[in-house]
């Protein structure tokens, strides 16, 4: 089973802020990076680290952590945000890499 | 810019062996720590594994027994090979760079979708 939660679904109105969590126990020791994936594509980072991002993603995409949650946040969601959102980390070993469980954005 | 390309086969038996190369284009293949990643139809993502450019392995001890992932450095190439594959093994396959201390992965290859049926 997975050591990464993130609730399966989310919906936000366009224009408006949707934050997204995951929790786990190793994101108390290990940052998180969050990857986006449309139907039918590869998926793409879009935070790592502390809150950074990859050349090419909009600056309304931003990270956070706290304790055991990482946390995504896109400020004034836009249609061409609606998307699977995953997280990533070390597992509790440290040893290896957990991917969260995923969550569907749907912005109306 | 770093690009992977990958290929392999596309439809296996079950019992049979999974076999897929990812090629490294305009980047430095040494000092990378490169991975495997798959997704069921319709399903999250799981890590299968990593290697670095001298072999070191890290596995899934979900697939421990089953996967080896090996490296050409004279190619530029990675390769993941999955034994005695089942249904459950229907996935689309997807390599990755790894980058560490922050740890993320960035490329991604195109993935591969492989279907385990009789």
């Known amino acids: 089973s997975s050591e990464l939660t993130q609730d399966p679904a989310v919906s936000v109105a366009l224009g408006q802020t949707v934050r997204i969590t995951c929790q786990g126990d190793?994101?108390?020791?290990?940052?998180a990076s969050w990857y986006q994936q449309k139907p039918g594509q590869a998926p793409v980072l879009v935070i790592y680290?502390?809150?950074n991002r990859p050349s090419g993603i909009p600056d309304r995409f931003s990270g956070s952590s706290s304790g055991n949650t990482a946390s995504l946040t896109i400020t004034g969601a836009q249609a061409e945000d609606e998307a699977d959102y995953y997280c990533?980390?070390?597992?509790?070993?440290?040893?290896?890499?957990?991917f969260g469980t995923g969550t569907k954005v749907t912005v109306l | 810019q770093v690009q992977l390309q990958q290929w392999g086969a596309g439809l296996l038996k079950p019992s049979e062996t999974l076999s897929l190369t990812c090629d490294v284009d305009g980047g430095s293949f040494s000092g990378y720590y490169w991975s495997w990643i798959r997704q069921p139809p319709g399903k999250g993502l799981e890590w299968v594994g990593e290697i670095n450019h001298s072999g070191s392995t890290k596995y899934n001890p979900s697939l421990k027994s089953r996967v080896t992932i090996s490296v050409d450095t004279s190619k530029n190439q990675l390769s993941l090979k999955l034994s005695s594959v089942t249904a459950a093994d229907t996935a689309v396959y997807y390599c990755a760079r790894v980058h560490l201390a922050p740890d993320w992965f960035d490329p991604w290859g195109q993935g591969t979708l492989v279907t385990v049926s009789s």
């Open positions: 190793s994101l108390r020791r290990y940052y």
């Open positions: 680290g502390k809150n």
């Open positions: 990533n980390s070390r597992d509790s070993s440290g040893n290896l890499y957990v």
